[in-house]
């Protein structure tokens, strides 16, 4: 038997909400039976006859449905793409393969990362639709932390997503957001992500990329710059070409990277950082989330 409501149940237990003025009526639908505790989240959407979703943190898919629920708003602001949309179920399913969870080689590959990011001469964020729309709180806090600039790079390029991101990315705290006017278009990138700030990604040693394409990630690597990316999908040209790609979702990984640069800003050591770089082999990172993916596929065969 299904624990979702049917049409009709769903209906019954909707109500709805007037504003004192009554200039706002907002309908609520909650599901009886799916969630147990009353609603602690709720998601506003501009859909027709649905103005909010109630998450109850109960639901055992909780934290997937509200990166979901980020994105969905992210999509409905203008700041992730449609594509974007389509990307993240790719990431998911291979996040269900990973146990939803970071792994020890994620959690080693994040530490190195923060190793590159704070040794750089010139460290840059690349930021698109999809980590704007999931992780603009985390970046605020790392960038606070680090000082380290972002650029708003997106491969569905246009000026109008441009601005509301680094709308959403100074509403959330990010101070210094390069947008673009000062381009410059790099070879062999056969995308809009080609056109780069003269002075964050073009400049830059470092790039953190998350949610990268395998185009600029090899170009970038071809130009001699180290590139970290976050992707979910070990098998990409991205995670392959990357100096350092953490194989976890990117809200985790954000978390990690904070609290890695905080620990790092307590007890700086240049020696330490050097030999996390120095260790760090991106193939043998890489392989062992094959090993995790591969170990639970075996657990679970019927
Ligand atoms: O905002 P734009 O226009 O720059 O577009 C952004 C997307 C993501 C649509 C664009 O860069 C794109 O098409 O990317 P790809 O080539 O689909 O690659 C995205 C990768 O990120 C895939 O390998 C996914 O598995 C992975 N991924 C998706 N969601 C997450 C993720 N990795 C980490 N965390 C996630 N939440």
Known sequence: MSILPSLKEFKRSSFRLRSPDAALIVDIFVPEGLYKTGCEACYRTKRPRLQQIMVSEEHPRYKSLMLRNKLVDGYEKGITSAHG??????????DYLLGEQTSKNALGATKAACAYLL?????????????????????AKFCTITDIPVEVNLFHRSAERIKRITDHLHAHGVANVLTGFDIIKLN????????????????????????????????????????????????????????????????????????FAK??????????????KASFNNVRN?????????????????
């Open 85 to 94: 949309l389509i990307a993240h179920g790719r990431g998911e399913a291979f």
């Open 119 to 139: 040794t750089a001469r010139h460290p840059i964020l690349s930021v698109n639709g999809n980590t704007a729309a999931l992780a603009s709180e985390e970046i």
């Open 188 to 259: 062999h990138i056969a995308s809009e992500r080609a056109k780069v700030d003269k002075h964050g990604i073009f400049k830059a040693d470092v790039v953190f990329a998350p949610l990268e394409d395998g185009d600029r990630a090899q170009a970038l690597t071809q130009l001699g710059k180290v590139v970290l990316t976050v992707d979910l999908n070990p098998l990409s040209r991205t995670a392959v070409t990357s100096t350092v790609t953490i194989v976890d979702e990117v809200t985790r990984a954000m978390k990690n990277l904070i609290s």
């Open 263 to 276: 620990h790092f800003a307590r007890e700086s050591n240049q020696d330490e950082l050097d030999t996390l």
């Open 286 to 302: 890489l392989k062992a989330s094959y090993v995790i993916m591969l170990k639970r596929l075996q657990s679970v065969m019927l």
